[in-house]
């Protein structure tokens, strides 16, 4: 059974910085895009980053040269958020292998 778990969210203050981990388990992902995914109150689900197989990440403009992500193991991605801003406040989901993670809360404000 696949398996999500993602951590490291809570409250910062506006410019600040937040450290999203995401463990799969249940089979190996290392040949699959795994991703990151956001939803803010009242609004759809949003693709926030994602990173292939081989290395190559995909960023929504709304985070690109603020936001990281990473493959820091086999199973295992992470997501470096930096400048973080009021509308950055969602939930926020890891992604793989059609599978959802249970999500983080990020919010930030002042």
């Known amino acids: 059974q696949v398996q999500l778990v993602e951590s490291g969210g809570g409250l910062v203050q506006p410019g600040g910085s937040l450290r999203l981990s995401c463990v799969a388990s249940?089979?190996?992902?290392?040949?699959?895009?795994m991703a990151w995914w956001r939803q803010a109150p009242g609004k759809q689900r949003d693709l926030v980053a994602s990173?292939?197989?081989?290395?190559?990440t995909n960023y929504s403009p709304a985070v690109k040269d603020r936001f990281t992500i990473s493959r820091d193991a086999k199973n295992t991605i992470s997501l470096q958020m930096n400048s973080l801003r009021p509308d950055d406040t969602a939930v926020y989901y890891c992604?793989?292998?059609?599978?959802w993670g249970q999500g983080t809360q990020v919010t930030v404000s002042a």
């Open positions: 990173i292939r197989a081989n290395g190559i």
């Open positions: 992604w793989v292998y059609d599978t």
């Open positions: 249940g089979r190996d992902f290392s040949a699959y895009t």
